[in-house]
């Protein structure tokens, strides 16, 4: 049985379940465009070869041998889960305490390839820069500004225009992070 609070959607429940949700009034305009209600049918994925109750004993196995993987793996480092009541109380404006170590790689570019990573470091700090600029022209009211390719947000939300794609490809991976 399930404690977790919220849907859930069980191995078993495949090809059988429905599920209806109203929109909930917190984030969402009461005549906004979006439905008031909305249904959600449990379906076999279409590349599975196997019936729901065939599909749904491979999700269990697997489901099991991952807990008992993560299970161990936490005891191992001295680790405990939260629980339901702990996660619920938490505070979701909380950030870490601990300062982030200093001198290390930036997770976001991290390769073997020293030069490669110099290269990549430079050019996502290119694109921070070209993007930096972009802004701030737009808060001052510049709205034919040019962003860098790759910024989705301001395009796809703001209507924005974006440059060319860059020749090398890496540019728009780091645009993305």
């Not at 889960?81 to 702990?86: E, K, R, S, W, Y």
């Amino acid at each position: 049985m399930n404690r977790w609070p919220g849907v859930s959607v069980h191995a078993d429940d495949i090809g059988t379940l429905v599920i209806t949700v109203e929109r909930p009034e917190i984030f969402f305009r009461k005549r906004g465009k979006m439905p008031e209600t909305v249904t959600v049918a449990t379906c076999l994925p279409p590349c599975q070869d196997a019936t729901p109750k065939q599909l749904a004993a491979r999700i269990r196995a697997r489901s099991a041998e991952r807990e008992r993987d993560k299970r161990a793996a936490m005891v191992t480092a001295g680790h405990a889960f939260l629980g339901v009541q702990a996660v619920l109380d938490a505070d979701p404006d909380a950030s870490p305490t601990t300062p982030d170590p200093l001198f290390q790689l930036d997770p976001h570019i991290a390769c073997k390839d020293k030069d490669l990573r110099i290269s990549l470091l430079a050019r996502r700090h290119q694109f921070w820069s070209h993007y930096r600029t972009a802004m701030d022209s737009f808060l001052a009211g510049v709205r034919d500004v040019l962003f860098p390719w790759g910024t989705l947000k301001m395009v796809l939300d703001l209507h924005c225009r974006a440059g060319p794609p860059d020749e090398n490809p890496t540019l728009g991976a780091l645009a993305l992070h």
